[in-house]
């Protein structure tokens, strides 16, 4: 069964801590189900990690639902969430085509959007029809070109301002908010005021759950990882060293094996190949 909207709220109710990850295939999608991990972000990070482009930016509504029709068919047990990539929310209309199609041609169960101010009456819209709307604060890597990369809201105005943002998609019908990139005093403060669940991501051990990116928890995205994310594993060092030893036994013929092929009847193949079968020895007479 899966996880629910309902289980994040009691899980916060009991101080139990969330687990969230980005997942953006099939396999991976089957690999976070049976590590239990009990969301699943279908990032338009895609963008980037899968795609390779420099931003998220531009990341399609058809990228969003090809990807996440794939983490639904891949995941059995987790709540999966998806981003509503840029500009498919710059309006009511919009919005509700865009997590329309997630929804029905993908099979999310939750859509996730960027910023508040002239979003609120889109989440409060997309809720009223029925959808799920996470709420995304702090660095939005949608608006990277306006506020660079960076820590948010350092200053006492605008930490006053995410708190207020904070309440303000709580009250629009949030049923949790994602803080990235802010002070982790001023994340647990936005935690302790909300009665929804905040998964953070650069953002402290003080909010109820933490989100990372597939690719930096297990060592495939670079040299190096970014400050608010942990290698958990080397990943990429044991599929390169595979690969490698995969290549070698090509070249020096060690692979494939007798055990990796498949054999037919030698009488098969000379009839295939039209060649006459070999005399058999004659019986000796009685």
């Not at 101010?117 to 990277?144: A, C, F, I, K």
């Amino acid at each position: 069964m899966r996880t629910t909207i309902l289980d994040l709220q009691k899980m916060k109710q009991a101080g139990r801590r969330i687990a969230m990850l980005t997942a953006y295939d099939v396999t991976s999608a089957q690999i976070a189900d049976r590590a239990q991990i009990p969301v699943l972000l279908v990032g338009d990070s895609l963008g980037m990690v899968v795609l390779g482009h420099e931003t998220t930016l531009p990341v399609t509504i058809d990228d969003m639902v090809r990807h996440a029709s794939a983490v639904v068919r891949g995941s059995q047990e987790a709540l999966i969430v998806a981003d509503l990539p840029f500009l498919s929310y710059a309006n009511e209309a919009d919005a509700v085509r865009a997590a329309g199609r997630l929804m029905q041609e993908a099979g999310v169960q939750a859509v996730k959007l960027e910023g508040a101010g002239g979003n609120l009456p889109v989440v409060r819209r997309l809720v009223e029809l029925g959808v799920p709307v996470m709420g995304h604060l702090g660095y939005t890597p949608q608006s990277t070109h306006q506020i660079g990369i960076r820590v948010q809201a350092k200053g006492a105005p605008a930490a006053r301002a995410l708190i207020d943002d904070a309440l303000a998609l709580q009250e629009a019908g949030c049923f949790a908010v994602v803080l990235e990139l802010v002070p982790a005093t001023l994340a647990a403060a936005v935690t302790e005021r909300l009665t929804i669940p905040t998964i953070g991501i650069g953002a402290g051990v003080g909010c109820d759950g933490q989100v990372q990116v597939w690719h930096d928890v297990l060592g495939l995205w670079g040299e190096k990882s970014p400050r608010h994310a942990k290698r958990f594993a080397e990943v990429g060092q044991v599929i390169e060293a595979a690969l490698k030893a995969y290549a070698a036994g090509v070249s020096d013929a060690s692979f494939p094996t007798d055990a990796n092929s498949s054999a037919m009847p030698p009488e098969a193949l000379a009839e295939a190949l039209g060649v006459a079968p070999a005399a058999r020895p004659k019986e000796p007479a009685a």
